[in-house]
């Protein structure tokens, strides 16, 4: 059994030698643990960094991708090392690595394919009470979305399984907690959570540069993932809403026109005919995104069996992504 413990990297020479040195060599389960780190086009050490402390693979993207990209290379690139579990940590060393063993522990019990590492969010000291507040209604908006039971959906601490990282695709640009989290829900995923252990904060977080912007940048994450994995409730629920509006005020106007009172109303006439329109339009979308989606799956599972018939076989890396 092999572990890949994976750190995405960004201009992250100042505190990746700090993590790695909590890094374990060792983890009770398996007979080998390497260290990945993905160089996201960073323009300082960082690289050398990885290499003077050890890492065993180093993949380094030739300019910055962002974090969610970052984070799919580092999948793909251990599945072709042959991964059999992956471990996601940060560089900056907020997540406490000596958690790793439990972290893992429920996949090697085959009892998850992912499992999320909880961060005691009331008693860190360097995240601000409306952070605090945002990540308890950020995890409660995704539980509902993805129907599971995450009590910290946006912690990158996370380990997960073979299986899972085959089948695993974002499409996000910001980030990929969220993401990763309601596809694994929607695509009837094992999820827990274990509790860990938090580090003193070496450095502010890049991820959250404004409370607001990474409020509305979750939003939009988490509407674009129902709109892909639950696009026939999405547009069909607006569509009969729009429908079902035009049809009442249409009824009314039915009603004020038989007592001949309809000569004033006639604006509502012009307004339930727009929104039937538009809820038939919006209902024909509706069966058009399901058709989309069915494609979808089937790709999805053609790259899933692809990955798996060419798992560890060394291929050569793509898409502007370097290994050394």
Known sequence: ???????????EAGTLAVALAELPRQVPGFDTVEWLVIDDGSVDDTARVAKAHGVDHVVRHTRNQGLAKTFMTGLDACLRLGADVIVNTDADNQYHAGDIPALVAPV???QADIVIGARPIEVIEHFSPAKKLLQRLGSWVVRFASRTDVPDAPSGFRAISRAAAQSLVVFNDYT????????????NMAITSVPVRVNADLRPSRLVKSIPSYVRRSIVTIVRIFIIYRPFRFFSTIGLLLF???FLIGLRFLWKFLIGEGGGHVQSLILAALLLGMGFQTLLIAFVADLLAANRKLLEDVRCRLQADSGG???????????D
């Open 244 to 246: 079902g509006i035009g």
């Open 108 to 110: 090697l019990a085959r």
């Open 176 to 187: 990929y907690t969220l993401e990763t989290i309601i596809q694994a829900g929607q695509k």
């Open 1 to 11: 059994m092999k572990l890949i413990i994976q750190i995405p990297c960004y201009n």
């Open 313 to 323: 076989d060394g291929a050569p890396a793509r898409n502007g992504v370097a290994r």
